[in-house]
């Protein structure tokens, strides 16, 4: 099971944290990535990491604004979204374990239940 947390209202510009908790011993075994969807669109690629942290891929969107994360031994996974803008606005879900592209959704199996992220300008 997956948890996301950590959205919430902010300003154009401002950071915000988001945090993935997971539960079961295998956490480090799989690819922890981060989706977002916003109003009547579906649920797009935002960032991705391997089970050990080595391997890191980001959305050319959110590249050198974002920054994933994993702590393995807390179980938890991170996004860490700096200089936010207000197309950054979105529904933000967690996911782990895809079965092939780490970047289409449909490849994932096991889903967090969506943090918001609303940016105002």
């Known amino acids: 099971q997956l948890q996301a947390y950590g959205g919430g209202l902010v300003q154009a510009g401002d950071s915000l944290r988001l945090s993935c908790a997971a539960s079961?011993?295998?956490?480090?075994?799989?690819?922890l990535a981060w989706f977002r969807q916003a109003p009547g669109n579906g649920r797009k690629f935002v960032a991705a990491i391997s089970g050990s942290g080595g391997s890191i891929s980001y959305a050319d969107s959110v590249k050198g604004r974002f920054t994933i994360s994993r702590d393995n031994a807390k179980n938890t996974g991170y996004l860490q979204m700096n200089s936010l803008k207000p197309e950054d606005t979105a529904v933000y879900y967690c996911?782990?374990?895809?079965?092939?592209?780490?970047?289409?959704?449909?490849?994932?199996?096991?889903w967090g239940q969506g943090t918001l992220v609303t940016v105002s300008s």
């Open positions: 079961g011993p295998t956490f480090s075994s799989y690819v």
């Open positions: 996911a782990s374990n895809p079965a092939g592209s780490w970047y289409v959704a449909d490849e994932y199996d096991y």
